[in-house]
């Protein structure tokens, strides 16, 4: 089942130093705060989920329907509707809201983005081919993605064929990231790394998927200095 999703947006990125001098680039993610809109049943729907909604939205860009809905959930209109599957939602009420407090025993992230867009690009650019030779008769070819298809048999181009075309601007999602640091004051996120789309660009970020084991940089630093001090006292 799906664990609890903020959204917000991407600020830029920055860096953070610890004690030990070293440097780790972060991205600053401003969440906002989500409000449950509804609680759906397995005996209406087949499934067990809430409805949650993210930002404000003018009730003139609303249409009549949505109007009528916000108005019988009794709740400001929200600019994103999105349902989170579950085992049991009976600890959920409408009305409730949470921030990025929900990360707080959380180390790791999977955040989900839109890739900055490149509009119509080569196969060079698009998929890392060599590209033709530069010498030995190639003429005005030397970018081109070479031969596409066979001969009579099967006389097509397969689908999914890696040529030229749109790049960019699609969902992605990149794993495992670590929480540096929270400001939950200002709801922001601090987390390691770079992340897909540019600066004011939607984020969505959930619990990381994957059971991970692997030490956070702070624990790296205690269990450094932890076996420094020991050293020491063997030397004593």
């Known amino acids: 089942m799906s664990s609890l999703e903020l959204i917000g947006k991407k600020i830029g990125m920055t860096r ?25 049943d397995k005996e209406k729907r087949g499934y067990t989920a809430i409805q949650i909604g993210f930002g404000n939205i003018k009730s003139s860009k609303l249409t009549n329907q949505m109007k009528g809905f916000f108005a019988k959930k009794n709740t400001e209109p929200r600019k994103i509707l999105k349902e989170i599957r579950m085992a049991n939602n009976s600890e959920y009420k409408e009305g409730n809201e949470f921030g990025i407090e929900i990360f707080d025993d959380v180390k790791f992230v999977d955040v989900k983005s839109k890739t900055i867009g490149k509009g119509f690009a080569g196969a060079m650019k698009r998929h890392n081919f060599s590209g033709l030779r ?46 540096i640091k929270k400001d939950m004051e200002n709801q922001l996120l601090f987390v390691k790394g770079s992340i897909p789309g540019s600066k ?24 450094a200095n932890k076996a420094k001090k020991i050293s020491d006292k063997k030397k004593k």
């Open 200 to 223: 004011n660009s939607e984020v969505m970020v959930t619990k990381s998927i994957k059971n991970i084991n692997k030490f956070t940089i702070t624990e790296k630093i205690e269990a």
């Open 16 to 40: 953070e130093f610890y004690e030990t001098g070293q440097s780790v680039p972060v991205t600053v993610l401003k969440m906002e705060k989500a409000r449950v809109i509804g609680l759906i």
């Open 134 to 179: 530069a010498t030995h008769g190639v003429s005005i070819s030397h970018r081109s993605h070479g031969s596409t298809g066979q001969r009579q048999d099967p006389g097509k181009v397969f689908k999914n064929k890696k040529m030229a075309g749109h790049m960019g601007d699609k969902y992605r999602t990149m794993q495992n990231l670590e929480i």
